[in-house]
């Protein structure tokens, strides 16, 4: 088998029209062009939008009012998910405080009838309580405000 290998010349058009001839084998400088669109939200970019309307009558219409229910449909859930929390977070607090003062009262019991250093420790080991949640939820509140705010941060730099 005798095969030759051959070098193929082509000749292609260069920006002023001229012809120059063009070696594939040859090293030979390439440029791409590359153009890259980044659109977020949960609708298309408009430009993608107005072409609904070309395959689905009213399809950029039927398309806002999808999104705009979906919105309506989230904004409920997240309401209720706020409303539960505040209740849960009251409804934790009332039974904090009950719980509290029934030590405390138990306390004072234990002081009335001679055991006053029982009486005692019960009434200071309840307060405790209460000041210790009050500034561990304090610290809480503090480092979620501060992460929100870091992520919003973060946010607004993209």
């Known amino acids: 088998m005798n095969d030759k290998l051959s070098k193929k010349r ?24 590359v153009q890259t669109e980044y659109f977020s939200g949960p609708l298309p970019p408009p430009s993608l939008l107005a072409r609904y309307n070309d395959v689905v009558p009213n399809g950029a219409e039927r398309i806002l009012a999808m999104a705009e229910r979906q919105s309506a449909h989230r904004e409920k859930l997240e309401a209720q998910v706020v409303a539960g929390n505040l209740e849960s977070q009251r409804r934790g607090s009332l039974y904090a405080f009950l719980l509290a003062l029934v030590a405390i009262v138990g306390g004072i019991f234990l002081i009335h009838e001679g055991k006053s250093a029982s009486g005692l420790a019960t009434v200071i080991s309840a307060l405790a309580g209460l000041v210790s949640i009050f500034f561990y939820s304090q610290h809480r509140q503090s480092k979620e405000r501060a992460e929100k705010a870091d992520a919003l941060a973060e946010r607004s730099r993209r």
């Open 10 to 33: 082509q000749t292609v058009p260069s920006r002023q029209g001229e012809s120059s001839s063009v070696n594939p084998s040859a090293d030979a400088a390439m440029q791409a062009r």
